[in-house]
């Protein structure tokens, strides 16, 4: 399911504006803010951006 993310943690101050909103699905929009360490955010234009995932070493893939 695909919900509203916010760029900057709302939960420590980050605005809800829409330059700073974009789509992600549950997952990706929890496990951004539970393991920071895991994503890096780029600049992708002048109101856009995008977040890298970077899987752990080691972690093994999940089969559904």
Do not use: E
């Amino acid at each position: 399911m695909c919900q509203i993310d916010h760029a900057d943690n709302w939960s420590t101050g980050g605005l809800t504006d829409l330059k700073l909103l974009g789509p992600a699905c549950q997952f990706h929009n929890r496990d951004r803010y539970q393991h920071p360490d895991r994503y890096t955010r780029h600049k992708t234009g002048t109101d856009r951006w995008a977040f890298t995932y970077h899987r752990q070493v080691g972690a093994r893939r999940l089969r559904i």
